[in-house]
């Protein structure tokens, strides 16, 4: 993640494709949870018809992996057509997440300026 000033709601955040796949997420999580295998999110973004939002689905699969590993996102795998597959689930809300982010830009900020200051 890159906090891009310049810009609004989560594409302060991510890359528009990115921004757009987590408030898919999120979004059909609302009710009930729901996983999302990397085919599904794919297609998806295809389907939105914005071609700022096609991307291949090596970036897509990419992107969900580094969202779980920063822990906004957690996964199960599954067998299906074509071997193990995994899905996709929040690990936090959007304002889980958005305590989460506060806590470490804030943190961040203050190693920025307490080596400013040494």
Not at 22 to 28: C, T
Not at 72 to 79: G, K
Not at 103 to 111: D, G, H, N
């Amino acid at each position: 993640m890159k906090f891009d000033t310049s810009k609004e709601g989560l594409q302060t955040l991510f890359k528009p494709y990115q921004a757009s796949l987590m408030e898919y997420i999120w979004e059909i999580n609302k009710n009930e949870r729901t996983g999302v295998i990397s085919r599904e999110a794919h297609q998806y973004l295809l389907d939105t018809g914005d071609s700022e939002l096609k991307k291949s689905r090596a970036s897509v699969i990419f992107f969900l992996d580094d969202m779980v590993e920063e822990g906004v996102l957690e996964f199960e795998t599954e067998t299906g057509k074509g071997g193990v597959h995994r899905v996709y689930f929040p690990a936090m809300n959007p304002k889980e997440f958005e305590t989460y982010l506060s806590k470490a830009i804030m943190e961040k900020l203050k190693q920025v300026f307490a080596s400013i200051r040494s």
